[in-house]
């Protein structure tokens, strides 16, 4: 067993010259061969990966866990597209690996050229969602997966969501002009940022460029009102929120449902 390990160690760490004693050394069991060379794909080790798909022992199960593998990880493209340039790769594997894909290039190469299952596509957006408050954060798959038709409303409205709470101001920029998007998401949106003193946020979801909320491009009037005077009225007897909601609102004053919603603020502050 530690013999076995040290083999797949080897491989993930792209000890070519190592790999390729012990093979010849008749370490080459295709169980063994398999797990070594998912370890490679997933560590972009592009040598180990060439010389263990050369034995001939890799089987269609460990290449698609290999694929899937490689499109999980960071800085693998190059891994990628050589397994799918193989053509090896099963159409379950493709959709399993797209699912969990973290390069935007790993996946406009698998949508681009695959029938990619909805379910898929969802699952994508999903994971991608569930990154938005991480370091690593996937803009460009939520950019690229937001488009398609199979997303559905309730997805983008948690997108837009988390990406206020986490202040990410590309994503709501992205997301704020989606068909899908709902008045009830701007709104809990712009709540959120308020509680968070995202300013940046605040300012993205209601500037000069928005559309005045009769268009229907804002929260309607009641909904934004009810949503943000609750909140407000719970925070009324927090001073610094109250002076920051003041300093944004006299630095920012619009001529829409904010301008109301100051005024019941100012009455519940008082």
Same mark, same amino acid.
């Given at each position: 067993?530690?013999?076995?390990?040290?083999?797949?160690?080897?491989?993930?760490?792209?000890?070519?010259?190592?790999?390729?004693?012990? #093979?010849?050394?008749?370490?080459?069991?295709?169980?063994?061969?398999?797990?070594?060379?998912?370890?490679?794909?997933?560590?972009?080790?592009?040598?180990?990966?060439?010389?263990?798909?050369?034995?001939?022992?890799?089987?269609?199960?460990?290449?698609?866990?290999?694929?899937?593998?490689?499109?999980?990880?960071?800085?693998?493209?190059?891994?990628?597209?050589?397994? #799918?340039?193989?053509?090896?790769?099963?159409?379950?594997?493709?959709?399993?690996?797209?699912?969990?894909?973290?390069?935007?290039?790993?996946?406009?190469?698998?949508?681009?050229?695959?029938?990619?299952?909805?379910?898929?596509?969802?699952?994508?957006?999903?994971?991608?969602?569930?990154?938005?408050?991480?370091?690593?954060?996937?803009?460009?798959?939520?950019?690229?997966?937001?488009?398609?038709?199979?997303?559905?409303?309730?997805?983008?409205?948690?997108?837009?969501?988390?990406?206020?709470?986490?202040?990410?101001?590309?994503?709501?920029?992205?997301?704020?002009?989606?068909?899908?998007?709902?008045?009830?998401?701007?709104?809990?949106?712009?709540?959120?940022?308020?509680?968070?003193?995202?300013?940046?946020?605040?300012?993205?979801?209601?500037?000069?460029?928005?559309?005045?909320?009769?268009?229907?491009?804002?929260?309607?009037?009641?909904?934004?009102?009810?949503?943000?005077?609750?909140?407000?009225?719970?925070?009324?007897?927090?001073?610094?929120?109250?002076?920051?909601?003041?300093?944004?609102?006299?630095?920012?004053?619009?001529?829409?449902?904010?301008?109301?919603?100051?005024?019941?603020?100012?009455?519940?502050?008082?």
């Amino acid at each position: 067993m530690r013999g076995r390990s040290l083999f797949i160690g080897l491989a993930e760490s792209g000890h070519i010259d190592a790999v390729k004693y012990l #093979y010849n050394s008749e370490w080459d069991d295709p169980g063994l061969v398999g797990r070594a060379f998912a370890s490679a794909a997933c560590g972009a080790e592009m040598q180990v990966v060439k010389f263990l798909i050369a034995t001939d022992r890799v089987s269609s199960e460990a290449f698609d866990k290999a694929f899937k593998l490689a499109c999980s990880g960071y800085q693998t493209f190059n891994v990628v597209a050589l397994l #799918y340039c193989l053509k090896r790769v099963s159409q379950q594997g493709i959709d399993r690996a797209f699912a969990v894909a973290h390069d935007v290039a790993v996946v406009k190469l698998l949508y681009e050229n695959e029938k990619i299952s909805d379910h898929a596509v969802t699952v994508a957006f999903t994971r991608s969602l569930n990154s938005l408050n991480q370091h690593f954060i996937p803009f460009e798959i939520i950019k690229f997966l937001h488009k398609l038709p199979c997303i559905p409303s309730s997805l983008i409205d948690e997108a837009f969501v988390r990406a206020a709470q986490g202040q990410k101001t590309d994503t709501i920029e992205v997301l704020r002009d989606d068909s899908h998007l709902t008045s009830k998401a701007k709104g809990d949106a712009f709540v959120d940022a308020f509680k968070c003193q995202g300013v940046e946020i605040m300012k993205e979801l209601y500037d000069e460029k928005c559309t005045p909320p009769s268009s229907g491009c804002f929260p309607s009037k009641c909904t934004c009102h009810g949503n943000i005077c609750t909140r407000l009225s719970l925070l009324q007897h927090d001073t610094g929120k109250w002076r920051f909601w003041k300093l944004f609102m006299r630095n920012n004053r619009r001529n829409c449902v904010l301008n109301d919603a100051l005024d019941v603020a100012g009455a519940n502050a008082k």
